[in-house]
């Protein structure tokens, strides 16, 4: 499984930083495309970001184009989300997920905002932006 932290509260226009390891040493981020969901109350799950394996590819949702960037350090076994620019519509619970990443990197473009294409699931962590 997945955790996802670094959440917290900040001020419309701050920034933060999340992280997502793995909960077992064993699981290796490296092998993994690794995609960012947030879930908003009474709302869906939606995909925020997705990144492939070694130097593929990113892709984000068009409501954080230009404000957040995710990158990986597969030696600490990391993938980070560095949010800035942050807006109150931003609140949400943000999960990481992981799926095999298929041959091509268009292909994981395509499932990079549908969640159930993607697995290991953990607890998410809490972002509110909020004056």
């Known amino acids: 499984q997945l955790v996802a932290s670094g959440g917290g509260s900040v001020q419309p226009g701050g920034s933060l930083t999340l992280s997502c390891t793995a909960s077992?040493?064993?699981?290796?981020?490296?092998?993994?495309?690794i995609g960012w969901f947030r879930q908003a109350p009474g709302k869906e799950r939606e995909g925020v970001s997705c990144?492939?394996?070694?130097?593929?590819?990113?892709k984000y949702a068009d409501s954080v184009k230009g404000r957040f960037t995710v990158s990986r350090d597969d030696a600490e076994n990391t993938v980070s989300l560095q949010m800035d620019s942050l807006k109150p519509e931003d609140t949400a619970v943000y999960y990481c997920?992981?799926?095999?990443?298929?041959?091509?990197?268009?292909?994981?473009?395509?499932?990079?905002?549908?969640?159930?294409?993607?697995?290991?699931w953990g607890q998410g962590t809490q972002v509110t932006v909020s004056s």
């Open positions: 997920a992981a799926t095999l990443p298929p041959s091509n990197v268009s292909l994981l473009f395509r499932i990079c905002d549908r969640p159930p294409s993607w697995g290991s």
């Open positions: 077992s040493s064993g699981f290796r981020l490296a092998y993994w495309a």
């Open positions: 990144v492939s394996t070694g130097d593929g590819g990113t």
